[in-house]
């Protein structure tokens, strides 16, 4: 059975930070990227952050950019989020998220190219 499981969340005052992981196992994703995508109360899925099978190219949504950081560790079987100068606005819960095959770099940014999905963590930031 395929599991993703994020850890890491929680409260934290504007301008402080969190590190989110997401932990697969039941099948192998070191041959696929990942996701993080987001969603807050009232509001769509939106798309956060995602990394390529090797981590060599990263993607971040224009919100997120300069304060985000993705990284995988695939001996872990990890995938990361470190989040700077949080914003009241990236408040939300947060899931990562993985294709069930390689997806072409135009293809990260959808929630619909992804197969496999964690429960989410909840992100809260104070202003």
């Known amino acids: 059975q395929v599991r993703l499981v994020e850890s890491g969340g929680g409260l934290v005052q504007a301008g402080g930070s969190l590190r989110l992981s997401c932990a697969w196992s039941?099948?192998?994703?070191?041959?696929?990227?990942m996701g993080w995508f987001r969603q807050a109360p009232g509001k769509e899925r939106e798309f956060v952050s995602a990394i390529s099978r090797s981590g060599g190219r990263t993607y971040y949504a224009d919100s997120v950019k300069g304060r985000f950081t993705i990284s995988r560790d695939n001996a872990k079987n990890t995938v990361y989020l470190q989040m700077n100068s949080l914003k009241p606005e990236d408040t939300a819960v947060y899931y990562c998220?993985?294709?069930?095959?390689?997806?072409?770099?135009?293809?990260?940014?959808?929630?619909?190219?992804?197969?496999?999905w964690g429960q989410g963590t909840q992100v809260t930031v104070s202003s």
């Open positions: 039941g099948r192998t994703f070191s041959g696929v990227g």
């Open positions: 998220a993985a294709p069930r095959n390689p997806l072409s770099s135009g293809n990260y940014y959808s929630p619909n190219e992804y197969h496999y």
